[in-house]
């Protein structure tokens, strides 16, 4: 059973910046693409960002692009999310998927 559990979530002022995790269970981490979404009050899921197997492969969606950066440390199987110049509109909560598993979110809050 794969287990994803997603951290760093928290309020935080506009222009301002997080960095959330996602730890996953399971041999085949290293060798598998993971995702990020996200989830805002009264709107589908949506996808922000994705990094293939070694990581040298990125991909954003255009509204976080040149905001975000997606990375992952095969090692301690997890992907990070570091989130600049955060904008109210960024509130969601934030999930990771992997393998077709998802975690339980983590909650960001931008205030402006």
């Known amino acids: 059973q794969v287990q994803v559990v997603e951290s760093g979530g928290g309020l935080v002022q506009a222009g301002g910046s997080l960095r959330l995790s996602c730890a996953a269970s399971?041999?085949?981490?290293?060798?598998?693409?993971i995702n990020w979404y996200r989830q805002a009050p009264g709107k589908q899921r949506e996808w922000v960002a994705a990094?293939?197997?070694?990581?040298?492969?990125?991909k954003y969606a255009d509204s976080v692009k040149d905001r975000f950066t997606i990375s992952r440390d095969n090692a301690k199987n997890t992907v990070y999310l570091q989130m600049n110049s955060l904008k109210s509109e960024d509130t969601a909560v934030y999930y990771c998927?992997?393998?077709?598993?998802w975690g339980q979110g983590t909650q960001v809050t931008v205030s402006s």
């Open positions: 399971g041999s085949t981490f290293s060798i598998n693409a």
């Open positions: 990094i293939g197997v070694g990581g040298g492969i990125t």
């Open positions: 998927m992997f393998l077709g598993f």
